[in-house]
């Protein structure tokens, strides 16, 4: 089973851009699509969107002039960067990985990280 | 964008109770429904995938069914462990999203 540990900062000053990382583990980062998925303090759950090793991207349409999604299969990582946060976009925020031939499908889940935007 | 709208918001059972959960979306999705369940502090675990697929080690008792746009999660005999918020989300068409969960108390 793959292993996912998100990585970033845990406080963003609104107006700036947040940026966090996935490290995966335990498997192959190539071919497969990862998810962004984010809980705001005692809310449901929202995606962000979601990246394929070949560089497809999906963004939510909320988010996608601010949202841009990479995959470094050198490092086997993938990244969130979300510019100019407001607090709205103080939540947990999961990395995931979507079940092969099941788009959209998540199997595997990282612990999450709370990002906390304040000044 | 389609809206999932789960009923009710939350579930008050003993345990042995039979607990059922709606989950209604705003537009056919097929069978692309997916079920989790979350407990305080942790990430979502998958239950049921494609309606009524158990994921790998999810316990008998936990059952989906629907079709179309009405989808229904039971758990056959509530357990205490299954105290948690449990959310519908498809994956029919971008961009995927999720109901607003049940909350289900084990009394």
């Known amino acids: 089973q793959v292993q996912l540990q998100e990585s970033g900062p845990g406080v963003v000053k609104p107006s700036e851009t947040l940026s966090l990382s996935c490290t995966v583990s335990?498997?192959?980062?190539?071919?497969?699509?990862w998810a962004w998925i984010r809980q705001p303090p005692g809310r449901g759950l929202e995606w962000i969107g979601h990246?394929?090793?070949?560089?497809?991207?999906n963004y939510s349409p909320s988010l996608k002039s601010r949202v841009t999604m990479s995959v470094d299969t050198s490092k086997n990582q993938f990244s969130l960067t979300l510019s100019s946060v407001t607090a709205a976009d103080t939540a947990v925020y999961y990395c995931?990985?979507?079940?092969?031939?099941?788009?959209?499908?998540?199997?595997?889940w990282g612990q999450g990280t709370l990002v906390t935007v304040s000044s | 964008e389609i809206f999932l709208t789960q009923s009710p918001a939350t579930l008050s059972l003993s345990p042995g109770e039979r607990a059922t959960l709606s989950c209604r979306a705003s537009?056919?999705?097929?069978?692309?429904l997916a079920w989790y369940q979350q407990k305080p502090g942790q990430a979502p675990r998958l239950l049921i995938s494609?309606?009524?697929n158990r994921a790998p080690g999810i316990p008998a008792r936990f059952g989906g069914s629907g079709s179309g746009t009405d989808f229904t999660l039971t758990i056959s005999s509530l357990e205490p462990e299954d105290s948690a918020v449990y959310y519908c989300q498809q994956r029919s068409k971008w961009p995927y999203t999720f109901g607003r969960g049940t909350k289900v108390e084990i009394k």
């Open positions: 537009q056919s999705v097929s069978s692309y």
């Open positions: 335990s498997g192959s980062i190539s071919n497969s699509f």
């Open positions: 990246v394929h090793d070949s560089g497809i991207t």
């Open positions: 494609d309606a009524s």
């Open positions: 995931a990985k979507e079940v092969l031939g099941a788009t959209g499908l998540i199997q595997s």
